[in-house]
């Protein structure tokens, strides 16, 4: 268990874990000098004997460090909120006590300091003054002890509440990946660098690699500590301690605000929708885009955020929101953070993350807005899942939802409406019924395409995908292609396609001009003759080949030019072999190869630019597998 101390400025929090533990812990020279604490303290010790080690972190109470006390309320099971008997509940117990409730720290105890100092009414008066702040909240019974950390009074009740707690606190997930938020890095002399931190989720393991975030650098857990024990392995929920080493990691590289995750996990991001809550102690409305510094883990960065359900956010009120951040986090689904003002002087909310991989577009539209309310509404990903793929219309990716979530998808168990989409970058998940309907659509606006161009055969992908205004990229809209290609409900004649019924044909007079034309066409072979020079009105023959072309029997290299779809497919088996040789293909390898000059070949192979069969690098080129060409060509 990780206990984290909270309250105002000299009220006894190091002298209380001192009284509870027998450690004076972690204090500075300035601190010893100041009479307080400034930087997070920690201390290890067992409530019992043969007890686990509990984690005691110390936080400052000054307003001044507040940033520091909320780098150490991450990651913490229980929250032990002191209050001075003499002092009674002030400014720094009421924030504090607000960014914890926030944080959503499941458990807290409550602690009277100092009472040898007074008598035994002001102690209760005190003791009413705590039942009335924390009434309206979540730890509205928690347990008040009474105690001294001079006499000992009191100390043995908060012990055994503590160990009472120890007993219910549940445990971290441990199917995740490894998450740590760093909270110091240190040199160790024999060792090399230490980072420590709370593990948020997984587990690791001496010899793991993990990415340290943002600087997305791999390193190597040479050692660890947990519960600042050795140890062979660390799980969530403990402090620990990792030595690393990485190449040419230096320790001026790493400092708090830092994060440590497993390598498939690492996903920074600058864009993050949340659920946010306004404090009701606040004086004013939140407005819309406004400044704010987002403590997330032990990370304070600056940024604005943007109202998704209106102009502005009045006290005790929530709404969707999206941060625009100015340096790059690390979060999942669930996680916590607090919003103070652009000065960092107040707080001012907090909220969850919903989305680390927020949207820059119709972020506030109500299809967008349905996925944030299901996502407010529920942890577990697989009863998440149709709800947010019924509002995407462009199905969602697996691997970014196996980060969103911390969810590996070898876990998963998808419901029976999902689909799972191979496409050549990758798996895509969608609801059944949408995959179903678009494949309608596509249908659909193909048909039209053959009402409104009834002398062509048909488009060709891209044209297609245009002429459908899809919000499908590429490869997801080349998948449901190639589907209902697969079951017959399209054809393609070369490059194009079209409904299976849908036929265009040549009349008598141009049917007996290709007659005359064709032969010539084919003794020509890789060089086939200009419109000028086939001997006929040149108007009448431009505009059969032109009809041609859109039949798929003929294609138009460049004005005037034609090629036979037979000589096409020659010219593009020429270009696999040669890529199968060097993937890189150049100019002159596949002029040599043609046999024609250079100015022909570049015409052809910007043609075949055009039709998809290759991508152009410069003056080069390299083919893409995923073009009808490329998977039809004999090899």
Same mark, same amino acid.
């Given at each position: 268990m990780i206990v984290g101390t909270a309250g105002h400025i000299d009220h006894g929090k190091t002298a209380l874990l001192q009284a509870l533990t027998g450690q004076a812990g972690d204090r500075r020279r300035e601190e010893r000098e100041r009479g307080m604490t400034i930087d997070l303290g920690y201390l290890y010790a067992a409530l019992e004997p043969g007890a686990p080690l509990t984690g005691f972190i &110390?936080?400052? $109470?000054?307003?001044?460090?507040?940033?520091?006390?909320?780098? $150490?309320? +991450? %990651? =913490? &099971?229980?929250?032990?909120?002191?209050? #001075?008997? &003499? &002092?009674?509940?002030?400014?720094?117990?009421?924030?504090?006590l607000a960014i914890v409730e926030l944080l959503g720290i499941a458990r807290a105890l409550v602690a009277i300091s100092k009472c040898d100092r007074v008598e035994p009414a002001r102690v209760q008066a005190v003791r009413a003054q705590i039942t009335q702040l924390l009434a309206p909240g979540p730890y509205a019974d928690a347990p008040l002890v009474a105690l001294s950390s001079v006499t000992g009074e009191g100390i043995e009740t908060l012990r055994q509440a503590l160990l009472d707690a120890q007993r219910d606190v549940r445990q971290r997930r441990l199917d995740g990946g490894f998450r740590l938020w760093i909270d110091r890095a240190f040199s160790v002399a024999g060792a090399g660098i230490v980072v420590t931190g709370t593990a948020l989720s997984g587990e690791v393991a001496v010899g793991d690699t993990l990415v340290l975030g943002p600087l997305d650098k791999r390193v190597r857990v040479r050692g660890l500590h947990a519960q600042? +024990? #050795?140890?062979?392995? #660390?799980?969530? %929920? +403990?402090?620990?301690?990792?030595?690393?080493? %990485?190449?040419?990691? #230096?320790?001026? +590289? =790493?400092h708090r605000g830092q994060w440590l995750v497993a390598e498939w996990l690492y996903a920074a991001t600058q864009r993050v929708d949340i659920d946010l809550q306004v404090l009701a102690s606040e004086p004013r409305a939140f407005e819309h885009f406004q400044p704010v510094h987002v403590h997330v883990g032990t990370q304070d960065v600056t940024g604005r955020v943007a109202l998704l359900e209106g102009a502005s956010l009045g006290p005790g009120e929530r709404m969707f929101a999206q941060l625009l951040l100015n340096a790059p986090v690390q979060v999942v689904n669930g996680d916590p953070l607090i919003l103070r003002d652009q000065s960092a002087q107040r707080t001012l909310g907090g909220g969850r993350v919903l989305d680390p991989f927020a949207p820059a577009r119709h972020r506030r539209s109500p299809e967008r807005l349905s996925q944030l309310k299901a996502l407010a509404s529920a942890t577990r990903l697989e009863t998440l899942l149709p709800v947010l793929l019924a509002h995407s219309d462009s199905g969602l990716d697996p691997q970014q939802l196996e980060r969103q979530f911390n969810h590996p998808r070898a876990t998963w168990v998808l419901p029976e409406d999902v689909l799972l989409i191979e496409t050549r970058l990758g798996p895509v998940l969608f609801d059944a019924g949408r995959w179903q309907a678009l494949k309608a659509e596509l249908l659909h606006h193909l048909a039209r395409f053959h009402e409104q161009e009834p002398d062509q055969m048909g488009p060709d992908r891209d044209r297609l995908r245009r002429f459908a205004g899809t919000a499908l990229d590429r490869p997801r809209f080349i998948s449901l292609l190639d589907e209902l290609l697969a079951c017959g409900a399209v054809t393609a004649s070369g490059p194009w396609l079209h409904l299976p019924d849908h036929h265009v044909r040549l009349n008598e007079a141009d049917e007996a001009l290709w007659q005359q034309l064709q032969p010539l066409f084919e003794a020509a072979g890789f060089d086939p003759p200009w419109v000028r020079q086939l001997g006929h009105d040149e108007a009448r023959v431009r505009a059969l080949l032109r009809k041609m072309a859109r039949l798929g029997l003929l294609h138009q290299v460049v004005r005037d030019l034609f090629y036979t779809d037979t000589m096409i497919r020659c010219l593009a088996t020429m270009l696999l072999q040669l890529a199968d040789d060097h993937p890189v293909i150049q100019v002159a390898a596949f002029r040599d190869a043609l046999g024609l000059g250079r100015k022909r070949s570049v015409q052809i192979l910007e043609y075949f630019d055009r039709l998809g069969l290759t991508r152009r690098l410069g003056d080069k080129r390299q083919i893409r597998p995923d073009n009808a060409l490329a998977r039809r060509t004999d090899r």
């Open positions: &110390d936080v400052p $109470g000054h307003e001044r460090f507040t940033h520091n006390m909320l780098a $150490g309320a +991450q %990651g =913490i &099971d229980l929250v032990l909120l002191v209050v #001075a008997a &003499d &002092d009674g509940v002030m400014p720094q117990t009421r924030e504090h600042n +024990q #050795a140890a062979e392995t #660390a799980v969530a %929920g +403990q402090r620990v301690a990792l030595n690393l080493s %990485g190449e040419r990691l #230096a320790l001026e +590289q =790493i």
